[in-house]
């Protein structure tokens, strides 16, 4: 936690960008790989 303190706000907004990049493409990645298991189970099923 004291290296984020010690670097400056720029840097701080920065590293928060990429975090939410980081959680949005985790999320899409989840959305995406949700969707080709239904669509997995519906291919079985039909």
Do not use: D, E, K
């Not at 999320?27 to 079985?44: C, E, K, Y």
């Amino acid at each position: 936690m004291s290296p984020f303190r010690i670097l400056p706000r720029p840097s701080l907004l920065t590293s928060a960008v990429v975090a939410m990049s980081i959680a949005g493409g985790l999320a899409v990645g989840t959305l995406a790989g949700g969707a080709l298991v239904l669509a997995a189970a519906v291919g079985r099923r039909a």
